[in-house]
T-cell receptor
Framework: KAGVTQTPRYLIKTRGQQVTLSCSPI?????VSWYQQTPGQGLQFLFE???????NKGNFPGRFSGRQFSNSRSEMNVSTLELGDSALYLC????????????FGPGTRLLVL | AQTVTQSQPEMSVQEAETVTLSCTYD???????LFWYKQPPSRQMILVIR??????QNATENRFSVNFQKAAKSFSLKISDSQLGDAAMYFC????????????FGAGTILRVKS
């Protein structure tokens, strides 16, 4: 089976712009979660989507949003980018059962200038 | 809120030797899952091992094993016969059994393997 894929892998934006990141889960996986990784804050949970609905949300401002499509692919959007949004954004997928393990994609490296 | 603490920012081990990475967590829940993930320089997060809190038996996966002490809220990872490919950042993570797929991560431990 193909693993979790994320596009693009690298992105450079300027302050004030917006960005959309994409995640395609492992075939059959219906839950997609997003995490932000920075040197200062470590790994932090952004949100989780299942069956096109947000099921869990972390403590991030409203500038961070996401959605999931009927084929389980997910996108996250960050509006009005700030320098502090520079990070590695990781997507993870799993079966919807809470007992299942999450498998991560390679991440999207976002640099905000 | 649950927290995960990894008190060792960095560890070193000689090739073929054994190393133990420490992790403690804080939770009021009785049912949960614990994980060790490995993140090599490529940044791809890879699952190493997982433990269900309701299982008393410690999980093992080839050269990797855990020492799960539920009462002490401790979850250490032992790597036996260390290999150069084991060099990476290791993250301990907690997930509730009832509140969805949110993983709470520790700060990570960098493992260096010396040849």
């Amino acid at each position: 089976k193909a693993g979790v894929t994320q596009t693009p892998r690298y992105l450079i934006k300027t302050r004030g712009q917006q960005v959309t990141l994409s995640c395609s889960p492992i075939s059959g996986h219906r839950s997609v979660s997003w995490y932000q990784q920075t040197p200062g804050q470590g790994l932090q949970f952004l949100f989780e989507y299942f069956s096109e609905t947000q099921r869990n949300k972390g403590n991030f401002p409203g500038r961070f949003s996401g959605r999931q499509f009927s084929n389980s692919r997910s996108e996250m959007n960050v509006s009005t980018l700030e320098l502090g949004d520079s990070a590695l954004y990781l997507c993870a997928s799993s079966f919807p059962d809470y007992q299942e393990t999450q498998y991560f994609g390679p991440g999207t490296r976002l640099l905000v200038l | 809120a649950q927290t995960v603490t990894q008190s060792q920012p960095e560890m070193s081990v000689q090739e073929a030797e054994t190393v133990t990475l420490s992790c403690t967590y804080d939770t009021s829940e009785s049912d949960y899952y614990l994980f060790w993930y490995k993140q090599p320089p490529s940044r791809q997060m890879i699952l190493v091992i997982r433990q269900e809190a309701y299982k008393q038996q410690n999980a093992t996966e080839n050269r990797f094993s855990v020492n799960f002490q539920k009462a002490a809220k401790s979850f250490s990872l032992k790597i036996s016969d260390s290999q150069l490919g084991d060099a990476a950042m290791y993250f301990c993570a907690y997930r509730s059994a009832t509140y969805g797929n949110k993983l709470v991560f520790g700060a990570g431990t960098i493992l260096r393997v010396k040849s």
